[in-house]
């Protein structure tokens, strides 16, 4: 069974830096695409970044030279570096694990597994 773990979440202020972990021992990270997505209450999860099996990097627009994605394959877990934090980073954040080995997209369908997210506050 595939599980996978967040940590790494907490309260920051404006302009904070935190580290988020999502740790899949179940899990080759090495074969697959690998995700985070943010949610806030009352919406719908947004894809932050994707990274692919061969170490591809993609970004949604508004985490672009803030954050950045990294994956330990010899530990089977992602990392999500989040810098400059904005209250509007606030919100869970979820990683997510795909079937294939390139990520196609941010799309919600196109994963698998999820985690049951860490959240992170930031306050202004």
């Known amino acids: 069974q595939v599980e996978l773990v967040e940590s790494g979440g907490g309260s920051v202020q404006t302009g904070g830096s935190l580290r988020l972990s999502c740790a899949a021992p179940g899990l080759n990270t090495s074969r697959r695409c690998m995700a985070w997505f943010h949610q806030t209450p009352g919406k719908s999860r947004e894809g932050v970044a994707s990274?692919?099996?061969?170490?591809?990097?993609r970004y949604g627009d508004s985490v672009k030279g803030r954050f950045t994605i990294s994956k330990d394959n010899a530990k089977n877990t992602l990392y999500l570096q989040m810098n400059s934090l904005r209250p509007e980073d606030t919100g869970m954040y979820h990683c997510?694990?795909?079937?294939?080995?390139?990520?196609?997209?941010?799309?919600?369908?196109?994963?698998?597994?999820w985690g049951q997210g860490t959240q992170v506050t930031v306050s202004s």
């Open positions: 997510a694990a795909a079937s294939h080995a390139y990520c196609y997209g941010l799309a919600v369908a196109d994963f698998g597994y």
């Open positions: 990274v692919d099996s061969d170490g591809t990097t």
